[in-house]
């Protein structure tokens, strides 16, 4: 089974902060994601990597950054908690399947960072 | 920016009956995919939807994705209280973007018994 974990269920940090949210993925997937989901908003894309290094800008970006050093780690970074940042955070990882251009694949999720910024 | 639309956003409903929710969007995705999550889970894959007019079935769930590929529908016949959870439909993007997953807001539904 693929398992997407997500270094932390909750966490409370201090406006100004700098905040570091890690997930990991088991499963060697090119595609990793990072979501945002707030109530009557939905889920909406912060950043996503289609490979190590590479990323790219979701829509919602402001005030993150992200890093992918390694195939399997996605950190989502904080560079200076605002009450507003105050949210749930998923983290997805997705097979890019060559044949079908990454149409048919499956996202897996991890069970989410409840981020409360005070 | 592509966006989905859902709706209803929240459906509460009794035992048994029959319910639609539908995703639009005014761009057309290469598929579509639809999730189901549960309090304090991730999203969870139902379905995929690739090819336009396509309409696939998961027991008591039909899919359909529309024929310009620009939006898709979910309807439960004889709903059960196990089906209540946040219903998802996330677009995957055409051509260079097909790694980018897009999700509408949700339609929250309630099954009652």
């Known amino acids: 089974d693929v398992k997407v974990t997500q270094s932390s269920r909750y966490l409370v940090k201090r406006t100004g902060e700098k905040v570091f949210l890690e997930c990991v993925q088991d499963?060697?997937?090119?595609?990793m994601f990072w979501y945002r989901q707030d109530p009557g908003l939905g889920l909406r894309l912060i950043y996503f990597?289609?490979?190590?290094?590479?990323?790219e800008k979701g829509d919602i970006p402001e005030g993150y950054s992200v890093s992918r050093e390694k195939k399997e780690r996605f950190s989502l970074i904080l560079e200076s908690a605002s009450t507003n940042q105050t949210s749930m955070y998923l983290c997805?990882?997705?097979?890019?399947?060559?044949?079908?251009?990454?149409?048919?694949?499956?996202?897996?999720f991890g069970q989410g960072t409840r981020l409360t910024v005070v | 920016t592509q966006l989905l639309e859902q709706s209803p956003q929240f459906l509460s409903i009794q035992e048994g009956e029959n319910l639609t929710v539908y995703c639009n969007s005014s761009?057309?995705?290469?598929?579509l995919q639809w999730y189901r999550q549960e309090p304090g889970e991730g999203p969870v894959l139902l379905v995929t939807v690739v090819t336009g007019g396509e309409v696939k079935k998961l027991k008591r769930l039909t899919f359909q994705f529309g024929d310009a590929r620009k939006d898709s529908s979910l309807h439960i016949t004889a709903a059960q209280p196990g089906d209540t959870g946040l219903y998802l439909c996330a677009g995957v993007g055409r051509g260079g973007s097909n790694y980018k997953l897009t999700f509408g807001k949700g339609t929250l539904l309630t099954v009652n018994p």
């Open positions: 997805a990882s997705r097979f890019l399947d060559s044949t079908f251009g990454g149409r048919k694949t499956e996202a897996f």
């Open positions: 990597s289609y490979d190590v290094k590479m990323k």
């Open positions: 499963m060697d997937h090119e595609n």
């Open positions: 761009s057309v995705f290469s598929s």
